[in-house]
């Protein structure tokens, strides 16, 4: 799938079927070579073959198509150039128990500082995390009934997909999309397109760092994961002391189950958390008593049946 993209076999392909050899001029390939990727393709479900014509099965032309408003084709390149040669240090990873960007790219600042220097690669990988946003948020948005609330801020809220799910859902809510200044364009442009879009709105900063926009209800959508215990703690805390009386927070995070065995994803994000980040994928107990220690009292956690699970805590 990495390789196919990369070679921009589905973009081709998404404007008009064809059989390997022409694919083959076309994308700069050997013949031979080629045909062996696209019906490797074709086995996975990736592609249909008929008569000796390729073409995108549905899934590939909704997900691994640019042009695709569902599109998680920037993610898919990011996972090849970024975590897939990490990857290759997995038994390192698991000696030392550390990330391995500086091993695979002799780099000292974090992961995403090099792979975002550009804007074009930046758009590129939050649209594919929208992609995946667009799969998951609505999940999430409609876990626990949010009714009380009345403003929601979503914390690295990127594009704005999980702002934009849960306003669409409750009709009387309002959310502000809090996220470094970078974002804002792109989080702008997506908000848009939602007929909540007047109800959203986008506010620059660093959680870490600046004061938390005001609301009743603070979202965490795939943020925790990326950070040791004691740097979770200074945010959950900082979002308790932000939080009026009966406020709370969403967390949306892939759950492992209590014991650490499966379900799968978790597991193998957990691995993949550890080759690129300080972080990894907890329980919904892990993160429970994480929870109680930054003040939060009353706490429930779902499963959503989508990639990303949700805990409410009050």
């Known amino acids: 799938m990495f390789t196919a993209v990369s070679l921009g076999v589905f973009e081709a392909l998404g404007a008009a079927p064809s059989a390997s050899g022409p694919l083959a001029s076309r994308l700069n390939a050997n013949p031979d070579a080629l045909e062996r990727l696209l019906d490797g393709c074709a086995a996975l479900g990736l592609l249909e073959k008929r008569d000796g014509f390729y073409t995108n099965a549905p899934v590939a032309a909704r997900y691994l198509c640019a042009s695709s408003p569902h599109s998680m084709h920037g993610y898919v390149l990011y996972s090849r150039e970024a975590l897939y040669p990490m990857w290759g240090h997995l038994d390192d990873a698991v000696r030392e128990g550390a990330h391995r960007w500086t091993q695979t790219f002799g780099l000292e600042a974090p992961l995403f500082s090099h792979f ?76 848009a397109l939602s007929p909540a879009a007047a109800r959203i709105e986008i506010v620059s900063g660093d959680f870490f760092q600046d004061p938390l926009p005001p609301a009743d209800l603070y979202t965490l959508g795939r943020i925790l994961h990326d950070w040791a215990e004691p740097k979770i703690l200074i945010l959950l805390e900082k979002v308790r002391r932000s939080l009026p009386p009966a406020g709370a ?29 300080d972080g990894k994928e907890r329980s919904a107990g892990q993160y429970e008593s994480l929870l109680r220690r930054a003040g939060f009292r009353h706490i429930e956690s779902r499963r959503t049946g989508v990639a990303l699970d949700a805990i409410l805590a009050t």
């Open 116 to 191: 975002f220097r550009t804007d074009a690669a930046m758009r590129d990988f939050l649209m594919g995390m929208h992609g995946f946003g667009m799969l998951t948020s609505p999940k999430v948005a409609a876990a626990f009934d949010l009714s009380r609330f009345r403003c929601l801020a979503d914390l690295g809220g990127a594009t704005g997909h999980l702002a934009i799910a849960a306003c669409e859902r409750y009709p009387e809510l309002r959310a502000v999309v809090f996220d470094l200044p970078r974002t804002a364009p792109l989080a702008r442009e997506q908000v």
């Open 249 to 277: 927070v969403l967390i949306a995070e892939k759950l492992l189950h209590e014991d650490g065995v499966g379900p799968v994803p978790a597991n193998m994000q957990s691995l993949n958390m550890l080759i690129c980040t």
